[in-house]
């Protein structure tokens, strides 16, 4: 794999993760509501489900992915729903202290972002779709493979970061109380914002 292809590969993934989407918007939350810290775990998950889809798409498993993705439309469902109960439980919350707000359990978050990823048609059609289109995945040697894994690995975490990290500091710079407040029913928004993006996913397809 040149160095060509590794940044032609660089330059779509920036633009993909860069893209609001359920990821961006759950990210966002987190780290609104949990700080910087709290979000990493749900990133991994993301990143993970990005991964996933790679090595679909090298290894030919394309039809495989998009089967994936149709066996997947209740859980699309259910990770809309439940983003959207954590968006309204966190809105109903009475405002907490900064750096008060319960992080939710490493497992928990990493699940969720996985679920996120592998549960979003956008996903899979960029990488089963649009990324054999401009790269030869059959011609990738093991070599290969990981650099073009640790490409979308670090770009994706790198974006996500930055997002989480402006969140955080966002979230730090809230002191009063009602400013807290504010920022949990922003952070609770998103969470809805999120879920109904992977809800209206499955319905408009």
Do not use: W
């Amino acid at each position: 794999m040149d160095i060509f292809s590794l940044a032609g590969l660089a330059a779509a993934m920036v633009v993909l993760a860069l893209t609001p989407g359920p990821g961006v918007f759950a990210t966002v939350a987190s780290a609104l509501s949990s700080g910087f810290r709290g979000t990493l775990s749900l990133i991994a998950g993301l990143v993970t489900g990005d991964i996933c889809y790679l090595l679909f798409a090298v290894f030919g498993l394309s039809m495989v992915a998009e089967a994936f993705g149709e066996c997947f439309i209740f859980i699309k469902l259910g990770a809309g729903a439940y983003l959207a109960y954590l968006g309204i439980k966190l809105m109903a919350a009475g405002p907490a202290r900064a750096g008060s707000a319960p992080t939710p359990s490493t497992g928990r978050s990493y699940a969720s972002g996985l679920f996120i990823t592998l549960a979003n048609p956008k996903v899979i059609l960029f990488y089963c779709g649009f990324l054999p289109a401009f790269m030869d995945l059959g011609a990738l040697t093991p070599t290969g493979i990981g650099l073009a894994a640790l490409t979308v690995a670090t770009v994706i975490t790198s974006v996500l970061c930055g997002y989480a990290l402006l969140a955080s500091r966002a979230r730090q710079a809230m002191t009063r109380r009602h400013a807290v407040g504010a920022v949990q029913k922003t952070a609770g928004g998103l969470m809805i914002a999120a879920g109904l993006k992977l809800a209206t996913d499955v319905i408009t397809e």
